[in-house]
């Protein structure tokens, strides 16, 4: 650990904390047991502090917290822990057959706090947010005819602490949170005692997070927390859940010895039956009253329970099964990725840079169809190469369990500055603006209008790297299974995109009687070179407006100036150093600037969390979730187009539709999970949940009549059930 | 297949195992819960109730007849019993016409388990106004309701058909406080079997203790 700073170092010091330690954990508690009658006597009354642990119901209760300071920023961690007497136990997410999960309800009042007055700041909403409870993974209980899932011993019930919208006032004017936590629990051996507790206390903030001394524990309790299962594809077959290609034992794991379903999955808890058939494993469910055609919808399926290779003791992993079934076969993804390349064309996002390639195809009609070939492939294995090199970032990133989407780069600033700066220049160059010193000039014509294969292959790198914000509509549900899936099905979907966005041009090589249509060279060339290169400008306007929203709009603006030093750096030599060495400054001091992202918010929207969700749900309200983000163009049309149209804002509103923003602007990993779980990799994603019904997706390209009538549609009763 | 050593041990161990269930399942006799599902016709049933008499479910025929899975020293059942909120329900639905049946299902030796005379008078200390008390102390109507908790609620309407099972509302906390929030299920599917219309939330997972079965 790097920043390991040590509260107590002196003697003096050492022996003050021991003894308010001390009083804290013994006196005090003895004082307040003898003293019982005059404080509200019933265990779990009593607000404790943080130091303190409460003994009721065969169990042991107590706070951990990972850092003692919070530095605004940085995630950390607090957890409920219970230490159980023998015999007893307590349960999980789905208690099983009886029993009941935990509570543990975390809430939050901001306090900032300065020496010489008392001010009180309210956090607002968003700014600070628990994520949802961690479970690690539990054991199988039978008391024949029931069975449960639950915790003997010692167990550690943990919840996130993520800042979504770091705001640098909040930072400033906050010196502590007033935390409260509320928890229950249910400890059992054959009878069954609750327990209820409340927790008061403050956590500090400051600049520096400073690690609590009992974050080891949180470390270790993080290995007890499920992973993900990721290792086949799986279907449902009414009852029964096929996981498809699992490795044989040799392989990674040794055998599936076992199923807790979660409790949304309405699953019988008894103990499935578990066989292998070649290489995929049958799961089947026993029949239960409540589910005995098949599961319920739901995105978090249970624990794929494994026994661990060479370990035949019988310890045993959990694997959280979470997200829709593949629906999509592979040789369909793949006509899907296909033609999501193939429409990617017309994409705003792709066009200016395939007006780059019309360009010099245009050239090119007049020579040699020798050349046309060169040119197509080269270009083709520019968009394959950048294809897979983005396939690379995926594995990679996945192996080590963080999930990216697809336009992930575009979620970081670095990229976009980088691209505003080769649109910039491509601009440009297209205005024949760019001729100054030998060096410039070969790169320049490399990028832009050059007649060699390089020219082809730096388009085709750049028609990927600038498709990513837009997904075509065949292409949402195709990247999503292929991101998902095995490693090589995943560069087979990433080539057949990249083919299908190359497909045009792949025609001229295969039907060269094509180029004969080419028209001749002439002045119109002149003119479309200016309206593409007015294009491209456009272009760099709108990055620099993504800018905006990941930044502070004056950072970007910064930006933008920056871009227009290095052009006339480039245009005057007399102040090219000067110019660049400004540009460069500038640069510097905008990337230096605090970034919030506060916009004007739109209050019609609620921000996106599971939780929100899973409250309108149960209160019965029909949800709808919009994924979203700045840099999706598609996402922002929609928005235009539908979201804020009077009248239909007027049709949702009398529907009482609760309406979540799901912002992916900036990388969310709760919005990267809630996506994966509807088997997409990417935005827009439009999610309607009638009330009491199952999720029903929305197409990507959305119209008021079409939005309505979707909406309509699953708003229409059904037979339902929980 | 390769009779190794390994293979052997696997299938002396399955093997073991398998006798070990048998045992046990002779030993206990059936184990399983049985079911019935929403839509059947609900399983005719004779226990005898904390008064001593014989009490048949087919006698309630063209009546609604609630069940009631019930053990008084679970915090579940406590939860609504120590408030007062389950004999209000009971008085509510019997001043209707509904007929409410409170089952004890727990065997012998264990938690909750009661003979006639001690049954009798805790419906009087709980001043309960359920129909009739009656006691499953072989755990069959339960294993055969498939009650998994206390409480666990089942709907069966005058023609004898189930019609609801699960929990009787939204809200698993043992906290009584709670109860005024929750959606009262038992309360909703009675009022639309009234009706006449078919109970839209049919089908819940129960919350409560386990049932002590043998």
Same mark, same amino acid.
């Given at each position: 650990?790097?920043?390991?700073?040590?509260?107590?170092?002196?003697?003096?010091?050492?022996?003050?904390?021991?003894?308010?330690?001390?009083?804290?954990?013994?006196?005090?508690?003895?004082?307040?047991?003898?003293?019982?009658?005059?404080?509200?006597?019933?265990?779990?009354?009593?607000?404790?502090?943080?130091?303190?642990?409460?003994?009721?119901?065969?169990?042991?209760?107590?706070?951990?917290?990972?850092?003692?300071?919070?530095?605004?920023?940085?995630?950390?961690?607090?957890?409920?822990?219970?230490?159980?007497?023998?015999?007893?136990?307590?349960?999980?997410?789905?208690?099983?057959?009886?029993?009941?999960?935990?509570?543990?309800?975390?809430?939050?009042?901001?306090?900032?706090?300065?020496?010489?007055?008392?001010?009180?700041?309210?956090?607002?909403?968003?700014?600070?947010?628990?994520?949802?409870?961690?479970?690690?993974?539990?054991?199988?209980?039978?008391?024949?005819?029931?069975?449960?899932?639950?915790?003997?011993?010692?167990?550690?019930?943990?919840?996130?602490?993520?800042?979504?919208?770091?705001?640098?006032?909040?930072?400033?004017?906050?010196?502590?949170?007033?935390?409260?936590?509320?928890?229950?629990?249910?400890?059992?051996?054959?009878?069954?005692?609750?327990?209820?507790?409340?927790?008061?206390?403050?956590?500090?903030?400051?600049?520096?997070?400073?690690?609590?001394?009992?974050?080891?524990?949180?470390?270790?309790?993080?290995?007890?927390?499920?992973?993900?299962?990721?290792?086949?594809?799986?279907?449902?077959?009414?009852?029964?859940?096929?996981?498809?290609?699992?490795?044989?034992?040799?392989?990674?794991?040794?055998?599936?010895?076992?199923?807790?379903?979660?409790?949304?999955?309405?699953?019988?808890?008894?103990?499935?039956?578990?066989?292998?058939?070649?290489?995929?494993?049958?799961?089947?469910?026993?029949?239960?009253?409540?589910?005995?055609?098949?599961?319920?919808?739901?995105?978090?399926?249970?624990?794929?329970?494994?026994?661990?290779?060479?370990?035949?003791?019988?310890?045993?992993?959990?694997?959280?099964?979470?997200?829709?079934?593949?629906?999509?076969?592979?040789?369909?993804?793949?006509?899907?990725?296909?033609?999501?390349?193939?429409?990617?064309?017309?994409?705003?996002?792709?066009?200016?840079?395939?007006?780059?390639?019309?360009?010099?195809?245009?050239?090119?009609?007049?020579?040699?169809?020798?050349?046309?070939?060169?040119?197509?492939?080269?270009?083709?294995?520019?968009?394959?190469?950048?294809?897979?090199?983005?396939?690379?970032?995926?594995?990679?990133?996945?192996?080590?369990?963080?999930?990216?989407?697809?336009?992930?780069?575009?979620?970081?600033?670095?990229?976009?500055?980088?691209?505003?700066?080769?649109?910039?220049?491509?601009?440009?160059?297209?205005?024949?603006?760019?001729?100054?010193?030998?060096?410039?000039?070969?790169?320049?014509?490399?990028?832009?209008?050059?007649?060699?294969?390089?020219?082809?292959?730096?388009?085709?790198?750049?028609?990927?790297?600038?498709?990513?914000?837009?997904?075509?509509?065949?292409?949402?549900?195709?990247?999503?299974?292929?991101?998902?899936?095995?490693?090589?099905?995943?560069?087979?979907?990433?080539?057949?995109?990249?083919?299908?966005?190359?497909?045009?041009?792949?025609?001229?090589?295969?039907?060269?009687?094509?180029?004969?249509?080419?028209?001749?060279?002439?002045?119109?060339?002149?003119?479309?070179?200016?309206?593409?290169?007015?294009?491209?400008?456009?272009?760099?306007?709108?990055?620099?407006?993504?800018?905006?929203?990941?930044?502070?709009?004056?950072?970007?603006?910064?930006?933008?100036?920056?871009?227009?030093?290095?052009?006339?750096?480039?245009?005057?030599?007399?102040?090219?150093?000067?110019?660049?060495?400004?540009?460069?400054?500038?640069?510097?001091?905008?990337?230096?600037?605090?970034?919030?992202?506060?916009?004007?918010?739109?209050?019609?929207?609620?921000?996106?969390?599971?939780?929100?969700?899973?409250?309108?749900?149960?209160?019965?309200?029909?949800?709808?979730?919009?994924?979203?983000?700045?840099?999706?163009?598609?996402?922002?049309?929609?928005?235009?187009?539908?979201?804020?149209?009077?009248?239909?804002?007027?049709?949702?509103?009398?529907?009482?539709?609760?309406?979540?923003?799901?912002?992916?602007?900036?990388?969310?990993?709760?919005?990267?999970?809630?996506?994966?779980?509807?088997?997409?990799?990417?935005?827009?994603?439009?999610?309607?949940?009638?009330?009491?019904?199952?999720?029903?997706?929305?197409?990507?390209?959305?119209?008021?009549?079409?939005?309505?009538?979707?909406?309509?549609?699953?708003?229409?009763?059904?037979?339902?059930?929980? | 297949?390769?009779?190794?050593?390994?293979?052997?041990?696997?299938?002396?161990?399955?093997?073991?195992?398998? %006798?070990?269930?048998? +045992?046990?399942?002779? *030993? /206990?006799?059936?184990?399983?819960?049985?079911? $019935?599902?929403?839509?059947? !016709? @609900?399983?005719?049933?004779?226990?005898?109730?904390?008064?001593?008499?014989?009490?048949?479910?087919?006698?309630?025929?063209?009546?609604?007849?609630?069940?009631?899975?019930?053990?008084?020293?679970?915090?579940?059942?406590?939860?609504?019993?120590?408030?007062?909120?389950?004999?209000?329900?009971?008085?509510?639905?019997?001043?209707?016409?509904?007929?409410?049946?409170?089952?004890?299902?727990?065997?012998?030796?264990?938690?909750?388990?009661?003979?006639?005379?001690?049954?009798?008078?805790?419906? %009087?200390?709980?001043? +309960?106004?359920?129909? *009739? /008390?009656?006691?499953?102390?072989?755990?069959? $109507?339960?294993?055969?309701? !498939? @009650?998994?908790?206390?409480?666990?609620?089942?709907?069966?309407?005058?023609?004898?058909?189930?019609?609801?099972?699960?929990?009787?509302?939204?809200?698993?906390?043992?906290?009584?406080?709670?109860?005024?929030?929750?959606?009262?299920?038992?309360?909703?599917?009675?009022?639309?079997?009234?009706?006449?219309?078919?109970?839209?939330?049919?089908?819940?997972?129960?919350?409560?203790?386990?049932?002590?079965?043998?």
């Amino acid at each position: 650990m790097a920043d390991s700073r040590i509260y107590i170092s002196t003697t003096r010091e050492r022996r003050r904390f021991a003894l308010g330690q001390v009083t804290l954990r013994f006196v005090l508690p003895f004082i307040a047991s003898v003293s019982a009658p005059t404080f509200a006597s019933p265990a779990g009354e009593v607000v404790l502090g943080l130091g303190e642990s409460t003994r009721q119901a065969n169990s042991v209760g107590q706070v951990l917290l990972e850092h003692n300071v919070l530095q605004p920023g940085v995630d950390s961690q607090i957890g409920l822990k219970l230490r159980l007497d023998p015999e007893w136990h307590t349960y999980w997410s789905n208690p099983g057959d009886s029993g009941a999960a935990p509570r543990f309800e975390v809430r939050v009042v901001g306090r900032g706090v300065e020496l010489a007055q008392n001010t009180q700041t309210e956090v607002s909403p968003g700014e600070i947010v628990f994520d949802p409870i961690q479970f690690p993974t539990p054991t199988r209980i039978d008391l024949p005819p029931l069975t449960s899932f639950a915790y003997e011993g010692e167990v550690m019930f943990t919840r996130k602490l993520r800042w979504p919208r770091t705001s640098s006032n909040l930072g400033e004017a906050l010196k502590a949170l007033n935390v409260e936590v509320e928890a229950e629990w249910l400890v059992c051996r054959k009878e069954c005692i609750p327990a209820r507790q409340t927790w008061r206390f403050e956590w500090p903030v400051g600049e520096q997070a400073v690690p609590g001394l009992r974050q080891a524990e949180f470390q270790l309790n993080a290995e007890r927390l499920p992973k993900s299962w990721s290792v086949s594809r799986w279907k449902w077959e009414g009852r029964e859940l096929q996981l498809l290609g699992v490795p044989q034992s040799q392989g990674q794991f040794s055998e599936v010895v076992d199923f807790f379903p979660s409790a949304e999955s309405g699953l019988s808890s008894a103990r499935p039956e578990i066989s292998r058939d070649g290489d995929s494993v049958r799961v089947r469910f026993a029949e239960d009253s409540t589910s005995a055609a098949g599961p319920a919808q739901t995105d978090f399926w249970g624990l794929v329970v494994v026994r661990t290779p060479n370990n035949a003791s019988g310890a045993v992993e959990g694997f959280e099964l979470r997200g829709l079934p593949q629906g999509l076969t592979w040789w369909r993804a793949l006509l899907f990725a296909w033609a999501g390349g193939l429409l990617l064309n017309l994409m705003p996002c792709v066009l200016p840079v395939i007006s780059l390639k019309m360009m010099s195809l245009g050239k090119l009609a007049q020579q040699s169809q020798r050349e046309v070939t060169h040119h197509v492939l080269a270009y083709t294995l520019g968009v394959l190469s950048c294809m897979w090199v983005l396939g690379v970032v995926l594995a990679v990133f996945r192996s080590t369990g963080e999930s990216l989407g697809w336009g992930f780069q575009m979620q970081s600033p670095g990229f976009v500055i980088a691209m505003f700066a080769i649109f910039l220049l491509m601009c440009w160059a297209l205005l024949g603006r760019w001729e100054l010193g030998g060096r410039w000039m070969g790169w320049g014509e490399g990028l832009t209008q050059g007649s060699s294969a390089r020219a082809s292959y730096f388009t085709g790198l750049l028609a990927v790297i600038v498709a990513s914000p837009c997904t075509a509509p065949l292409m949402a549900p195709a990247m999503g299974f292929a991101l998902a899936a095995p490693i090589s099905m995943m560069f087979l979907g990433l080539t057949a995109l990249g083919v299908g966005l190359a497909t045009p041009y792949l025609l001229l090589v295969l039907a060269p009687s094509l180029l004969r249509l080419w028209p001749k060279p002439g002045a119109w060339m002149n003119r479309l070179k200016v309206l593409m290169a007015m294009g491209l400008g456009v272009t760099a306007l709108w990055l620099i407006w993504i800018l905006s929203t990941l930044w502070t709009p004056l950072a970007a603006a910064l930006v933008g100036a920056a871009g227009v030093l290095m052009l006339l750096a480039m245009e005057f030599r007399r102040i090219r150093w000067g110019a660049l060495a400004i540009a460069l400054g500038v640069l510097i001091f905008a990337a230096r600037l605090p970034q919030t992202s506060a916009g004007p918010t739109d209050e019609f929207w609620q921000n996106f969390s599971s939780q929100t969700v899973q409250r309108a749900r149960a209160n019965g309200q029909p949800v709808f979730i919009n994924y979203t983000a700045t840099w999706c163009l598609t996402c922002q049309v929609n928005d235009r187009v539908v979201f804020r149209d009077a009248d239909t804002r007027r049709w949702i509103q009398e529907r009482g539709v609760v309406m979540l923003k799901a912002d992916w602007t900036k990388s969310d990993a709760e919005i990267t999970a809630s996506l994966k779980s509807f088997g997409r990799a990417g935005v827009p994603l439009y999610v309607f949940y009638p009330p009491g019904g199952e999720a029903k997706l929305l197409p990507e390209i959305l119209t008021p009549a079409l939005f309505r009538s979707e909406v309509e549609s699953a708003l229409t009763p059904s037979s339902s059930g929980p | 297949m390769q009779f190794t050593k390994e293979t052997m041990n696997r299938l002396s161990r399955q093997v073991a195992k398998a %006798g070990v269930v048998i +045992a046990l399942s002779a *030993a /206990f006799g059936s184990t399983a819960l049985a079911q $019935v599902k929403n839509g059947e !016709a @609900a399983p005719d049933f004779t226990l005898k109730s904390a008064a001593g008499a014989d009490v048949k479910l087919s006698d309630y025929k063209g009546k609604t007849v609630v069940l009631e899975w019930f053990n008084n020293d679970c915090p579940y059942v406590k939860k609504h019993y120590d408030s007062g909120h389950m004999q209000k329900l009971q008085t509510q639905e019997t001043a209707e016409g509904t007929v409410w049946l409170t089952i004890v299902s727990s065997a012998p030796g264990e938690q909750g388990h009661l003979e006639a005379a001690a049954a009798q008078k805790l419906v %009087g200390e709980r001043k +309960a106004k359920m129909t *009739a /008390f009656l006691l499953d102390p072989k755990g069959e $109507v339960g294993r055969r309701y !498939a @009650a998994k908790t206390t409480p666990h609620m089942y709907i069966i309407d005058s023609k004898g058909v189930l019609v609801y099972q699960g929990a009787i509302d939204s809200n698993s906390s043992s906290d009584p406080k709670t109860i005024a929030g929750a959606t009262n299920y038992v309360t909703e599917a009675l009022r639309e079997v009234k009706a006449g219309q078919s109970v839209k939330t049919a089908n819940t997972k129960p919350y409560g203790c386990s049932v002590k079965y043998k």
